[in-house]
């Protein structure tokens, strides 16, 4: 069950992800067909990663980063994404987890520690946490754009 914090995270978490643009039916209907999900099973909303939800993971991962730099996204997801197999299971958990690496040491945020196997079993506070962190991130960068034109 979750707690009051992880709670309040996920509902941040999900109107971040909102307020980015990202439409949950879209993005279920688009992704299912290139990963062969079956889109009945995915919870996708503010408690979507109270228990491991590795669907919903993949499906907010590669929006929030394709949105952040779509060019880095394709040449370093290009093997591995849609994920149809194990090997490029392992393989985007290995991309995800450095890029994220990159944008904590980038950002200074020693709270969010990335650790691989925070993506084997995708949920619970810590990965809410660092979900909330990359949405964050990802809506500051696009202030910056938007400044800047």
Known sequence: MANTAQKKNGKYLWFALLGLGFQPDTATTSIAGKANINVKHINLGPNMFD????????????????????????????????????????????????????IMDETANAGSKVVASLFLSPGGPKFI?????????????????????
């Open 51 to 102: 228990k491991p939800n590795k669907d919903a993971s993949y499906i907010v991962t590669t929006f929030l980063l394709e949105k952040l730099n779509p060019a880095r996204f394709n040449e370093a997801y290009r093997y591995c994404w849609p994920v149809l197999n194990h090997k490029a299971d392992a393989e985007f958990r290995k991309v995800t987890c450095t890029w994220l690496k990159e």
């Open 129 to 149: 946490s660092l979900m909330l962190h990359l949405a964050n991130h990802v809506m500051l960068q696009e202030m910056k754009t938007v400044q800047h034109r």
